[in-house]
Nanobody, 118 residues
């Protein structure tokens, strides 16, 4: 089993920044692709950013240039630095882990709420 625990969410004003962290434990493999997905009220869960074990990344068009995904394989951590936040970034953000770059993995965290509002 793999456990993923997110932290760092909160309330921020438009234009502000937040940094999300995800701590992985259990049977996590260093080769796993790690990712961030989000789900806004009434909408489907969507990809935000994913990162391979070799640090190759892929971002949703809506966050390119504003969000940066990184990982520390030694610590089994993955991060999402979010800058220039917009109200439409408001959602529950979920950490994800799995073996493939093209599809979400089977392991999910419990989610952390990000609210962008003035």
């Amino acid at each position: 089993q793999v456990q993923l625990v997110e932290s760092g969410g909160g309330l921020v004003q438009p234009g502000g920044s937040l940094r999300l962290s995800c701590a992985a434990s259990g049977s996590i493999r260093s080769t796993y692709v790690m990712g961030w997905y989000r789900q806004a009220p009434g909408k489907q869960r969507e990809l935000v950013a994913i990162i391979s074990s070799g640090a190759a990344t892929n971002y949703a068009e809506s966050v390119k240039g504003r969000f940066t995904c990184s990982r520390d394989n030694a610590k089994n951590m993955v991060y999402l630095q979010m800058n220039s936040l917009k109200p439409e970034d408001t959602a529950v953000y979920y950490c994800n882990a799995g073996p493939f770059f093209s599809t979400p993995g089977n392991y999910w965290g419990q989610g952390t709420q990000v609210t962008v509002a003035s």
